[in-house]
């Protein structure tokens, strides 16, 4: 059971990221674009501002998310402090009584920074649909998957090490420094970043892409083709006409 620790609190932060960040999208796009045609730029945009406030919202699920995935596990850094948690509930509790609340905000500024990541895959997503659909009336399900999966790889891939610094800092289990400062989540993104170069080389930026590929990529070509189900079954069932058919 391993494998599948921490997989009730992945499924409810995915849930609440995903509904938050889809709504905001969607309800600024059908604001700005206003029944115009969208373009890649305002895509980019659209997805940044959704990005900024899916992080300020969900951030705090996502720190209790990372350590309660990553409790159990054991580490060959004997800095790490170890953790113990009953439940979501829980872990919310101790993290406010030992470190304050500003800890569940812990990794929101390479989160800020990963907004790109979103944004991307919504750019890439959107460019290649608008493509497709020039040639053919409606996207098929294996459309919806294909391209879903090859803008998140994209997005993944040029979003990589930052991701990995986000997790690091989200744990907020590991001493930085002999003194025992535990990590910040701003000033020390770069120092991070330079530590795993030095460790691992410039390919260590990259360390578990595969893994992290396999898990995203999949996890978005679905999401995508749900997302286009629902969206062509809601305003089937409102009785409107939708512009982007399957």
């Not at 700005?32 to 730029?41: A, D, E, F, P, Y």
């Not at 997503?125 to 608008?130: A, H, I, M, N, P």
């Not at 919806?144 to 800092?169: D, E, W």
């Not at 305003?235 to 512009?243: D, I, R």
Request: charged share 15%; proline share 3%.
């Amino acid at each position: 059971l391993a494998p599948y620790r921490g997989w009730f609190p992945v499924i409810s932060s995915l849930c609440c990221s995903n509904f938050v960040y889809f709504y905001t999208f969607n309800s600024l796009k059908a604001l700005w674009v206003k029944g115009q045609h969208s373009t890649t730029g305002k895509d980019l945009v659209l997805g940044v501002v959704a990005g900024v406030v899916n992080v300020l919202l969900t951030t705090p699920l996502w720190v209790v998310n990372t350590r309660l995935k990553l409790q159990g596990a054991k580490f060959r850094n004997e800095d790490i402090v170890p953790t113990n948690y009953k439940g979501i509930i829980d872990a919310f509790h101790q993290i406010i009584r030992d470190e304050g609340v500003l800890a569940l905000w812990n990794g929101t500024f390479p989160s800020l920074l990963l907004v790109f990541n979103p944004a991307i895959q919504f750019m890439f997503y959107e460019g290649f649909k608008r493509k497709l659909l020039k040639k053919q009336l409606q996207l098929t399900s294996l459309d919806a998957f294909v391209i879903g999966a090859i803008a998140k790889a994209v997005a993944t891939t040029l979003t990589y090490p930052l991701q990995t610094v986000q997790s690091i800092l989200r744990f907020g289990r590991h001493r930085l420094n002999p003194e025992n400062r535990t990590l910040g989540s701003l000033r020390n993104v770069l120092y991070l970043l330079q530590q795993r170069v030095r460790r691992f080389g410039l390919m260590g930026l990259y360390k578990g892409l595969e893994a992290k590929l396999l898990q995203t990529v999949l996890t978005a070509a679905l999401m995508f083709l749900v997302y286009e189900k629902l969206t062509a079954a809601t305003f089937t069932v409102m009785g409107l006409k939708h512009s982007r058919k399957l």
